[in-house]
Protein backbone atom coordinates (compact mmCIF):
# COMPACT_ATOMS: atom_id res chain seq x y z
CA UNK A 1 0.00 0.00 0.00
CA UNK A 2 1.47 3.18 -1.43
CA UNK A 3 1.56 5.94 1.57
CA UNK A 4 3.42 9.53 2.28
CA UNK A 5 2.73 10.88 5.44
CA UNK A 6 4.21 14.75 5.47
CA UNK A 7 4.69 16.41 9.01
CA UNK A 8 6.29 19.29 10.84
CA UNK A 9 4.06 21.98 9.54
CA UNK A 10 2.50 24.74 11.64
CA UNK A 11 2.65 28.46 12.38
CA UNK A 12 5.97 30.32 12.53
CA UNK A 13 7.09 33.61 12.53
CA UNK A 14 8.63 35.28 9.99
CA UNK A 15 12.76 34.74 10.04
CA UNK A 16 11.86 31.33 12.10
CA UNK A 17 12.54 27.91 11.30
CA UNK A 18 10.85 23.99 10.72
CA UNK A 19 11.85 20.68 10.12
CA UNK A 20 9.41 18.64 7.58
CA UNK A 21 9.23 15.04 7.49
CA UNK A 22 7.94 12.41 4.68
CA UNK A 23 7.45 8.71 5.58
CA UNK A 24 7.07 6.78 2.95
CA UNK A 25 6.00 2.81 2.48
CA UNK A 26 4.71 0.70 -0.12
CA UNK A 27 7.35 2.11 -2.66
CA UNK A 28 11.19 1.28 -3.31
CA UNK A 29 12.45 4.46 -1.68
CA UNK A 30 16.22 4.42 -1.93
CA UNK A 31 15.56 3.36 -5.11
CA UNK A 32 13.96 7.02 -6.00
CA UNK A 33 15.14 10.14 -6.34
CA UNK A 34 12.50 12.57 -3.79
CA UNK A 35 11.39 15.77 -3.55
CA UNK A 36 9.54 18.31 -1.95
CA UNK A 37 6.81 20.50 -3.67
CA UNK A 38 4.33 22.97 -2.21
CA UNK A 39 1.08 24.89 -3.45
CA UNK A 40 0.08 28.12 -2.07
CA UNK A 41 -3.20 29.66 -2.06
CA UNK A 42 -4.52 30.12 -5.66
CA UNK A 43 -0.85 28.86 -7.30
CA UNK A 44 0.43 26.10 -8.93
CA UNK A 45 2.21 23.30 -7.01
CA UNK A 46 5.74 23.66 -7.40
CA UNK A 47 9.35 21.81 -6.65
CA UNK A 48 10.92 23.22 -4.20
CA UNK A 49 13.77 20.48 -3.72
CA UNK A 50 15.13 17.41 -4.98
CA UNK A 51 17.62 14.74 -3.76
CA UNK A 52 19.02 12.02 -5.62
CA UNK A 53 19.31 8.61 -4.77
CA UNK A 54 22.86 9.57 -4.07
CA UNK A 55 22.30 12.10 -2.17
CA UNK A 56 22.75 14.83 -4.68
CA UNK A 57 20.27 18.04 -4.46
CA UNK A 58 18.81 20.71 -5.88
CA UNK A 59 16.54 23.68 -4.61
CA UNK A 60 14.59 26.10 -6.74
CA UNK A 61 16.30 29.72 -6.97
CA UNK A 62 13.41 31.04 -3.92
CA UNK A 63 14.85 28.46 -1.25
CA UNK A 64 18.58 28.43 -2.27
CA UNK A 65 20.45 28.91 0.99
CA UNK A 66 17.70 28.30 2.87
CA UNK A 67 16.49 25.11 3.03
CA UNK A 68 18.14 21.40 2.92
CA UNK A 69 16.69 18.45 2.08
CA UNK A 70 17.89 15.31 3.38
CA UNK A 71 17.16 11.86 3.17
CA UNK A 72 17.33 8.51 5.64
CA UNK A 73 16.89 5.17 3.24
CA UNK A 74 16.77 3.29 6.66
CA UNK A 75 13.75 5.01 7.79
CA UNK A 76 12.54 5.42 4.24
CA UNK A 77 11.90 9.20 5.15
CA UNK A 78 12.77 12.46 3.76
CA UNK A 79 13.19 15.92 5.11
CA UNK A 80 13.08 19.38 4.78
CA UNK A 81 14.56 21.86 6.57
CA UNK A 82 13.48 25.44 6.47
CA UNK A 83 15.67 28.68 7.71
CA UNK A 84 14.79 32.14 7.50
CA UNK A 85 11.29 31.75 6.43
CA UNK A 86 9.19 34.39 5.01
CA UNK A 87 5.92 34.76 4.07
CA UNK A 88 5.77 33.79 0.70
CA UNK A 89 7.06 30.21 1.82
CA UNK A 90 3.66 29.79 3.21
CA UNK A 91 1.96 26.65 1.55
CA UNK A 92 0.99 23.23 1.51
CA UNK A 93 4.10 20.75 1.49
CA UNK A 94 4.22 17.55 -0.04
CA UNK A 95 6.81 14.98 -1.10
CA UNK A 96 6.80 12.75 -3.77
CA UNK A 97 8.99 10.93 -5.85
CA UNK A 98 11.05 12.74 -8.57
CA UNK A 99 10.91 13.31 -11.79
CA UNK A 100 7.79 11.90 -12.24
CA UNK A 101 5.11 11.34 -8.96
CA UNK A 102 3.97 8.18 -7.57
CA UNK A 103 1.14 6.62 -9.55
CA UNK A 104 -2.05 4.93 -8.20
CA UNK A 105 -4.75 3.63 -9.80
CA UNK A 106 -4.08 5.38 -12.89
CA UNK A 107 -3.59 8.94 -10.85
CA UNK A 108 -0.72 11.17 -9.38
CA UNK A 109 -0.64 10.23 -5.92
CA UNK A 110 -0.38 13.03 -3.22
CA UNK A 111 -0.17 12.83 0.51
CA UNK A 112 -2.60 15.09 2.96
CA UNK A 113 0.81 17.35 3.02
CA UNK A 114 1.84 19.43 5.67
CA UNK A 115 0.86 23.55 6.13
CA UNK A 116 3.21 25.83 6.87
CA UNK A 117 2.27 29.35 7.53
CA UNK A 118 4.64 31.82 8.06
CA UNK A 119 3.42 34.98 9.86
CA UNK A 120 3.88 37.53 12.58
Known amino acids: QVQLVESGGGLVQPGGSLRLSCAAS????????MGWYRQAPGKERELVAR???????NYADSVKGRFTITRDNAKNTVYLQMNSLKPEDTAVYYC??????????????WGKGTLVTVSS
Open 51 to 57: ITTGGST
Open 96 to 109: NTFPTVIRKNGMNY
Open 26 to 33: GISFSGNS
